[in-house]
């Protein structure tokens, strides 16, 4: 069954670092793009970067030049590098194909910055 599982997250001062993964299961994982997405307290959630399968990526100016998103398709995995991060960061982090699927959602992974 298809299952996204992701982790990394956790508590970081302002300006530090996390690197997110994201594993998959599923034999469509190479073919369709695949994106982050963060829920942030009283928000909407919102995608803040793709990745097609052959690697082409697309950035949302708030996290642009401070997030890198990358995929091993050999081993079915998404990861989002994060620096310099803010407390305006802080929320929970979900993977998810794009368009989402509903079944793809996940329990995500908090990411919460302190000042």
């Known amino acids: 069954q298809v299952q996204l599982v992701e982790s990394g997250g956790g508590l970081v001062q302002a300006v530090g670092s996390l690197r997110l993964s994201c594993a998959a299961s599923g034999s469509i994982f190479r073919l369709v793009t695949m994106g982050w997405y963060r829920q942030a307290p009283g928000k909407q959630s919102e995608l803040i970067v793709s990745?097609?399968?052959?690697?082409?990526?697309n950035y949302a100016d708030s996290v642009k030049g401070r997030i890198t998103i990358a995929r091993d398709n050999a081993k079915n995995t998404v990861y989002l590098q994060m620096n310099s991060l803010k407390p305006g960061d802080r929320a929970v982090y979900y993977c998810n194909k794009i368009p989402a699927w509903e079944a793809y959602w996940s329990k995500g992974t908090q990411v919460t910055v302190t000042s």
């Open positions: 990745i097609r399968s052959a690697g082409i990526t």
